[in-house]
């Protein structure tokens, strides 16, 4: 897609004179349940694509583990509560260090689903 739209509501916090808080229309990629966007707006080298969709799977796999109410719930108050930085946020590390087990070896296969499963354990959660 061209680039990732910020939702309609950010309009009317710009109106009131509130910053946005997280500006879409700069991510690579965002997961919506089993849906991924990837923006144009933010070139992807062809060496990242793989790690890049790797990473929004594992998100994939977090929204059917946790539910959609579930997920939204942890992913905003871990964003709040890592003050509001989006490389603080718990299933955002989780991830990453997914991610990184994938780009060390991606031919070695493992099983992303226990390895999601055992994270989310960590929340009192799976």
């Given at each position: 897609m061209p680039v990732i739209q910020n939702p309609p509501f950010y309009a009317d916090l710009e109106d009131v004179g509130i910053q946005i808080p997280l500006d879409f229309r700069r991510m690579?990629?965002?997961?919506?349940?089993?849906?991924?966007?990837?923006?144009?707006?933010?070139?992807?080298p062809p060496t990242e694509w793989l790690p890049l969709l790797f990473h929004e799977l594992v998100h994939v796999l977090q929204y059917e583990e946790l539910g959609l109410n579930r997920f939204?719930?942890?992913?905003?108050?871990?964003?709040?509560?890592?003050?509001?930085?989006?490389?603080?946020?718990?299933?955002?590390?989780?991830?990453?260090?997914?991610?990184?087990k994938f780009r060390s070896a991606p031919a070695q296969p493992f099983d992303t689903l226990a390895t999601v499963r055992n994270q989310l354990s960590g929340y009192g959660i799976a």
């Open positions: 690579t990629g965002i997961t919506f349940i089993d849906t991924i966007l990837i923006s144009d707006a933010a070139p992807v939204v719930q942890l992913y905003v108050n871990g964003w709040a509560e890592g003050g509001f930085r989006y490389e603080d946020i718990p299933l955002e590390r989780d991830a990453y260090e997914l991610d990184a």
